[in-house]
């Protein structure tokens, strides 16, 4: 019983502890982009999480072999390109534009395209109430936009909610496509494969963009911030993910997602001074009713 507790309590913890690692993502990208092109630090923390997690595969790769890797290789390495690539490019525009409130909660809606995917690919039945939840939650993106939020940290923007919008389309798409696969490859093969894919869709952004960036003017503290999105929300956090659904269900799990915009907005007030704002609490209200009607349904 005691083993059970303890186990219990580490799962929760480590639950916990990846819900604040990806909210304080938000901000770190925020500080990030004080110092880099939102396209240079989108490919840096794409390259950068594949060399972090390169490591690991190979571990596991000398212990269990490669047996079937190979098999999946093309479909992986497309994974990458259009959910990982893609994902962090519009993720970093997306954030270079509009608040840091405004990306969760639109992040938030991650749900909801992933069922829009699903119905298209026939993985998934769109029902009535279904339909109404993504139209409530379309009413709260409504009421999100029909004010402008500043602070520290930004303004916010429709043209950014886009690009962050496009971010979750995105990290759906992986999702549903990558459902079949995931049950094959474990975490580390997936993410791996995901990266060093992403990496190489990043490569000619990279050096393109860096022909008239001067890196010796980034700061300890903007390598560090790099450091910080490569590592703790790209790699450990999809691993505590991946590990959390061997031990709960997935709508479990999913259900602690709820926590992240709030979390984000506070440390977003806190470190980048943004506000919270009638229109703000009442658009992510709506939204995530809409999103809960349509995953309950």
Not at 94 to 102: D, E, F, K, N, P
Not at 116 to 127: F, G, N
Not at 175 to 193: C, D, H, L, W, Y
Not at 225 to 249: D, E, H, Q, R
Request: proline content about 3%.
């Amino acid at each position: 019983m005691k083993s059970d507790a303890k186990a219990g309590a580490l799962l929760y913890f480590l639950i916990a502890v990846m819900l604040l690692l990806w909210s304080a993502n938000f901000i770190i990208g925020k500080i990030a982009l004080r110092q880099f092109p939102p396209l240079i630090l989108g490919g840096l923390r794409v390259s950068l999480a594949g060399a972090f997690i390169l490591p690991l595969y190979l571990r596991q790769s000398w212990r269990e072999g490669t047996a079937g890797h190979w098999a999946d290789a093309p479909l992986l390495l497309l994974l990458g390109v259009v959910g990982v690539a893609m994902n962090q490019l519009t993720f970093v525009l997306g954030l270079s534009l509009t608040t840091v409130a405004h990306s969760a909660i639109i992040i938030g809606l991650t749900p909801i395209f992933v069922l829009l995917i699903a119905a298209v690919m026939k993985q998934e039945k769109m029902t009535a109430r279904r339909a109404a939840g993504m139209a409530v939650a379309l009413v709260g993106v409504a009421i999100l936009n029909s004010a402008t939020q500043t602070g520290a940290g930004g303004v916010s923007s429709i043209t950014g909610d886009i690009f962050i919008s496009f971010a979750a389309i995105s990290f759906a798409w992986f999702t549903v496509v990558g459902k079949g696969v995931t049950q094959r490859q474990n975490s580390i093969t997936v993410n791996t494969f995901a990266y060093v894919g992403a990496a190489i869709a990043f490569a000619p952004v990279i050096l393109w963009q860096s022909r008239g960036f001067d890196f010796r003017a980034v700061t300890t503290m903007g390598w560090i911030t790099v450091g910080y999105m490569a590592l703790f929300p790209s790699v450990i956090c999809y691993l505590i993910y991946y590990w959390a659904l061997t031990k709960i269900p997935a709508s479990k799990l999913s259900a602690f997602t709820y926590i992240q915009p709030l979390l984000t907005t506070l440390i977003g007030m806190a470190v980048l001074g943004e506000h919270m704002t009638a229109h703000l609490v009442a658009g992510g209200t709506v939204i995530f009713g809409g999103v809960y009607l349509t995953e309950r349904s």
